[in-house]
């Protein structure tokens, strides 16, 4: 009979999970299971909201629908989701494996990376004499960066060598800092080491090609490796010398064991992987791997994945297109089924979207508000494309997310399942089987971003078309300054931005808040209070040009609206702005001084950011500096809306 094993994985290790997801999947056709991978973007260095937003897809698992559990817990970006999913599943009584990681009464398989480390240094020192060695390293106290600078360490040691503290620098994991670390070793006037060893290929790559850049070359003036063997370190020239994980052999045995498990059977605690040696050209040998054969390979479909990737952006930007001219729900459905069906080249034939119908039917309903209800029954199908033909498939089995899903017999299918969400509010999900064109050219991440923030703007515009059908009656001016208020807001500057998109311009979004205007009104009454608010709206006045707009946003807040302007522009304006409220201030008949904080931002037409964004950010701004101001006048609120001289006599 067949099974289903849900697999929790993150995306940014997608090589490895796909190495890993073809050992799953030779074990599974063997014993005749489903695959269903729940994958995210989770990234520690992302707000945490947006951290949350893709970590809720686990939470789409109900662990009981399936048979086993591969967790990818080292993977997840997430120590504590791994905990929290490794005992859902055991306390369900679902069996579960996890990869990397140690979990109480779980078994595990883990990469015994010291193997295939200590094989690299031994290779460097007793092969091609390796004596001073400079080590990059993830970041301090990561375990699995501690543990291959420790081989390193050992193995230098057995040989009479030594790694000094000063030899060992950090990367990050990343380009840019790997690039730093690198300069902060060969600045200080030392001779090249004999070879650079790097905790991953991304760190190794990084430094072998700054150093080509400045000059070097790689083996001859200094050996480089790495540790990961991925694609790129093969298809470079000089291809790294790095160390294999083997993740096709842990997800095969991960799936054995889960098998093991489900029959009823008992599995080993934990089951170790070892890692090999990858021989490649940058420490000098040419008994490794065909690489020329891989870059012959990659070479010859260097022109066709680049018209690919031209095409994809095409029809990606038609997909937005048609998202963003929508009216209403019904009509999104509908405009995203006739686009899939004739455009699902890049995303397979296989292909389901689901979305909360609540949150795009009530658009003026805040994220909160929505997520606070019961959203799964009000889950609907917007498209169900199988084997390339849309299927009529308006509600779904809630027990499988996969819209339409057979079990067939002997064949055995991977389906990935990824979230959709703004910050960490979720509204549905995206469904793509069997590993189509844009996960297996590692375009998945920028296609759902571009889908969400495609939605995400029409959401928005549903909910602006809603408020504008609410407000046409409303008069749009405010009376006191003869500028736009909220309303006019809503009827100008939306529609001016909307344009600005359209056009692919920039407009500056400025937000203007008057100082200490409470202690104006406190202390010499509403009178002058009103007063301040018209001097500063006549100075905004005294600045608008043809198309833009200014609004009065609060009670003592603008906003300044101005298409095709840039920083120069805007910072000209806001120098303008205070420039005429200083010759009011001084000609002398006042108790008081007029003084605003400003903000701005350019926008960025193709971001799919909403106007409302760039508010926040000019109004962000605009805070931080009325609050340097705040701290600079210490309190002293009088000194701060009074003039020199007559504070005493005129109050």
């Known amino acids: 009979m067949k099974k289903k094993i849900a697999v929790y994985a993150n995306g940014w290790s997608i090589e490895a999970l796909f190495e890993a997801v073809a050992g799953i999947r030779k074990f599974a056709a063997q014993e005749d299971f489903d695959v269903f991978v729940f994958l995210c973007f989770a990234n520690i260095s992302v707000h945490t909201t947006l951290m949350q937003g893709e970590l809720n897809v686990y939470k789409l698992c109900n662990v009981t629908d399936y048979d086993g559990i591969i967790s990818f817990s080292n993977m997840l970006n997430s120590d504590e989701t791994a905990l929290y999913l490794c005992q859902e599943a055991r306390q369900k009584g679902v069996p579960i494996i996890s990869i990397g990681m140690d979990m109480e009464g779980v078994p595990s398989v883990k990469v015994d990376g010291n193997t295939g480390m200590r094989g690299l240094v031994t290779h460097l020192v007793e092969k091609h004499g390796v004596k001073d060695v400079v080590f990059i390293g993830g970041t301090p106290g990561h375990m ?18 030594s790694l000094p503290q000063e030899n060992v620098v950090y990367g990050g994991w990343s380009n840019r800092r790997t690039i730093e670390a690198l300069h902060s070793v060969l600045d200080t006037g030392r001779k090249l080491p004999d070879a650079i060893v790097c905790a991953n290929d991304i760190m190794g790559l990084s430094a072998a090609t700054e150093l080509k850049r400045m000059g070097y070359s790689i083996p001859e003036d200094v050996i480089v490796t790495g540790f990961d063997h991925i694609q790129e370190s093969q298809i470079f020239y000089p291809a790294l010398t790095s160390v294999k994980q083997n993740y096709d052999e842990v997800g095969y045995q991960s799936c054995r064991m889960i098998y093991d498990m489900i029959i009823g059977g008992s599995c080993e605690d934990t089951h170790m992987v070892s890692t090999t040696l990858a021989i490649g050209e940058s420490c000098g040998c040419d008994e490794g791997d065909d690489y020329w054969e891989l870059r012959k390979n990659f070479c010859g479909h ?24 929508v009216s209403s729900y019904a009509d999104l459905k509908t405009s995203l089924r006739d686009h899939f069906l004739h455009n699902h080249r890049f995303e397979g034939e296989n292909l389901s979207i689901v979305l909360n119908a609540d949150y795009f039917q009530n658009p003026m309903a805040t994220e909160q508000e929505i997520a606070s209800k019961k959203t799964r029954s009000k889950y609907e199908v917007v498209v169900a494309l199988k084997n390339g033909e849309i299927q009529n498939l308006e509600r779904m089995d809630r027990r499988c997310l996969v819209p339409g899903y057979e079990k067939v017999d002997g064949i055995c299918h991977v389906y990935y399942i990824l979230p959709l969400h703004f910050y960490q509010y979720s509204y549905g999900y995206v469904v793509f089987a069997d590993e189509p064109y844009i996960m297996r050219e590692g375009l998945l991440y920028s296609y759902m971003e571009k889908l969400q923030q495609a939605l995400k703007l029409l959401r928005t515009n549903l909910s602006l078309d809603m408020l504008n059908q609410n407000l046409t009656k409303l008069y749009d001016k405010d ?16 529609p001016l931005y909307q344009e600005s998109v359209k056009s692919h311009t920039t407009m500056m979004v400025m937000f203007v808040d008057i100082n200490y205007l409470k202690h104006i009104n406190d202390r010499f009454g509403h009178i002058h209070g009103d007063a301040a608010i018209k001097t500063v709206a006549d100075g905004i006045k005294e600045i608008l040009r043809e198309n833009w707009i200014a609004i009065r946003f609060g009670g003592d807040e603008f906003l300044i609206i101005a298409p095709n302007c840039d920083k120069r522009e805007a910072e000209e304006v806001r120098q303008s702005i205070l420039q005429y409220l200083e010759e009011k201030n001084n000609e002398g008949y006042r108790l008081y001084r007029i003084s605003t904080s400003i903000g701005y931002v350019i926008t960025d037409p193709e971001s799919g950011h909403p106007l409302q964004e760039y508010i926040r950010e000019a109004d962000r701004i605009m805070y931080e500096i009325k609050r340097d101001m705040h701290a600079k006048d210490d309190g002293n609120i009088e000194a701060a809306i009074l003039p020199d001289g007559r504070a005493s006599m005129e109050a």
């Open 479 to 494: 009376p006191m300054t003869g500028l736009f208020n909220r309303f006019g807001y809503e009827n100008k500057a939306i």
């Open 144 to 161: 699995e960066s501690d543990s291959r600078l420790a081989v390193t360490r050992a193995v230098l040691e057995e040989h009479g060598l």
């Open 302 to 325: 260097f022109y066709q994945r680049n018209t690919d990737t031209a095409f994809m952006e095409q029809t990606e930007r038609s997909m937005r297109q048609k998202i963003s001219e």
